[in-house]
């Protein structure tokens, strides 16, 4: 049984004491990030943690073929951890450089590099307070439209990550995303389906008032907003941007009371993610597609504590 003091989401955004030293600092940071969303909340990171320099490894273990079967959605999901990360990181005071697939080992995602002191933006201070409150919110969500101000601030979340954000209020290309959408459903085998329902992924999209899972058409209409983030290709280093990218958006939502939730199914190949990315006029490729608008609070998902993720030595 997990312990509240052993719970991600019970430090995630937490401000420590003055005399905290950078280790303390670094697992606040660390605890953050653990809350970052993945695909079937499989959380497919580890980390290994050495003075002051920290390194994220995918986990091979946590992956689900049926789901994601070329990894895109878990390198996606260890760059939101990243993105999370960097932020708690300067947010907690400490500077740090971060390098992207330094190739020392083939899970080795990232390496991140802390030293002297950091003044967080005040953009930072909100996204890091954010992180405990954010939840993938799958309900019905309120008709009104998603605030001007945050949608103009999420096209700027991407800066500096190396991805781009792409807002999309209009019907019109709502309707070409929810097409694509359920044309991606429709055309999952069984062996998807199975691969879902066995982590515990029942809807592919989100639900009606009914409590039944949206499909066609209709997810334009139960979507205020849809977000999609793209990068120039379709590599690791791209996914490991798209998410860092993604992780801010969320947490800029949640400063402003929106609430998201993700929609996979045409994101699971190649063709899929290029089609995506062209709806949007992007010359990239789409690595996700989010949901935003009015919703409530729900209980977070559980997450991994940070002891059964920290490695204890450097992989070989």
């Known amino acids: 049984m997990q312990h509240a003091g052993d719970d991600p989401w019970a430090h995630a955004g937490v401000t420590p004491p003055p005399e905290a030293g950078p280790r303390a600092r670094i697992e606040l940071a ?10 079937g909340n499989l959380q497919p990171w580890r980390w290994f943690v050495g003075g002051e320099l920290i390194e994220l490894y995918a986990d091979p273990t946590r992956a689900e073929p049926a789901l994601d079967p070329d990894g895109q959605a878990a390198t996606l999901a260890c760059g939101a951890a990243l993105g999370a990360l960097r932020v708690a990181l300067r947010v907690l005071g400490l500077a740090e450089s971060t390098a992207l697939l330094p ?11 802390v030293g002297g002191a950091a003044q967080a933006q005040p953009e930072e201070q909100w996204l890091y307070q954010a992180a405990p409150k954010r939840r993938t919110y799958r309900g019905v969500m309120a008709a009104r439209p998603v605030s001007r101000a945050l949608l103009r601030r999420l096209a700027r979340m991407a800066e500096g990550t190396g991805a781009e954000v792409h807002v999309v209020e209009d ?11 359920e044309a991606a459903l429709a055309a999952e085998p069984p062996a998807t389906l199975a691969a879902r329902a066995a982590v515990g992924e029942a ?34 280093e791209d996914r490991l941007r798209a998410g860092q990218a993604l992780i801010r958006v969320l947490l800029r939502a949640r400063v402003d009371h929106a609430w998201a939730s993700f929609v996979h199914a045409p994101l699971a190949d190649a063709a899929g993610r290029g089609h995506l990315a062209r709806l949007v006029g992007s010359t990239g490729q789409a690595h996700a597609l989010v949901r935003l608008g009015g919703g409530a609070d729900t209980s977070p998902t559980p997450r991994r504590p940070l002891a059964d993720v920290l490695l204890p030595s450097r992989p070989t």
């Open 203 to 236: 809807l592919a999209t989100f639900e009606d008032e009914h409590g039944a899972p949206v499909r066609g058409r209709a997810i334009a209409d139960g979507a205020p907003a849809l977000v999609v983030v793209t990068a120039d290709g379709d590599g690791p």
């Open 103 to 113: 190739g020392d080992h083939p899970d080795l995602l990232a390496r991140v590099a």
């Open 30 to 39: 660390l605890h953050t990030a653990l809350t970052a969303p993945s695909l």
């Open 171 to 181: 019907m019109a290309r709502k309707t070409a995303i929810a097409d694509a959408v």
